[in-house]
Each structure stands twice: as C-alpha cells, then as structure tokens.
C-alpha cells in the first residue's frame, strides 16, 4: 500500500484547509485511517483515525470540533478537514493506515503504512 498526502501549505490562524490520502497499491478498505501529526522537535501525535466505514470517528482533544476526518472508499482517499486553523497546528502531517482490522488506535506504533507528510503551516 502506497499512501501520498497532500493539501498542506501556509495559512492565517483561523483559515482552512483540507488535507487528501490517496491510496494505491494493495488496497484493504477494511483498515481504519489514521492522521497524524509531528511538530520540530517534538513526538508524532495523534490527530484523527476513520473507521473503514467511515461511521466511526476518534479525535485528539486539541483538534474535537474544529477537524473532521472522512473517507471515500471509492476513490480510495481520506481526508482531514480542518477550519480555525491555530499556530500550535503547525506540523508535518501524515496518514496513515490501521495494522489491524476494526480497531481504531491512537498510537502510531498501531499503524502500518504512512504517506511522505504534507507540512502545514500556521501563522499568527
């Protein structure tokens, strides 16, 4: 499985973006997809993951209610919708997929495939 993220960029604290996972390759819609995120200096920290449905969702507290992440299974994409961007947001994001059918983990050890990062970018 290949997974490429992109959509990242510079923005103004309280602008949008959304980011895109294209998958290709060895496809398994029965995975969760994950997002995470990796600021300088500091651990990769979970940010979001989708059930291969897409009915269930988790979010780290610091994104609940201002990112949503979803997925089209037919065009083997997620997303990651985020709006009141804030500088605290700026970090390399990746994608990522579920190492185990119908969980939903946090920990990036849980996850098997990433996608090269799309930097994101926030200013005050």
């Known amino acids: 499985v290949q997974l490429q993220a992109s959509g990242g960029g510079l923005v103004q604290a309280g602008d949008s973006l959304r980011l895109s996972c294209a998958a290709s390759?060895?496809?398994?819609?029965?995975?969760?997809m994950g997002w995470f995120r990796q600021a300088p200096g500091k651990e990769r920290e979970f940010v979001a993951t989708i059930s291969w449905s897409g009915n269930s969702t988790v979010y780290a507290d610091s994104v609940k209610g201002r990112f949503t992440i979803s997925r089209d299974n037919a065009k083997n994409t997620v997303y990651l919708q985020m709006n009141s961007l804030k500088p605290e947001d700026t970090a390399t994001y990746y994608c990522?997929?579920?190492?185990?059918?119908?969980?939903?983990?946090?920990?990036?050890?849980?996850?098997?495939?990433w996608g090269q990062g799309t930097q994101v970018t926030v200013s005050s």
């Open positions: 990522a997929r579920e190492n185990h059918i119908f969980r939903l983990g946090r920990a990036a050890r849980y996850y098997q495939f």
């Open positions: 390759g060895r496809i398994d819609r029965n995975y969760a």
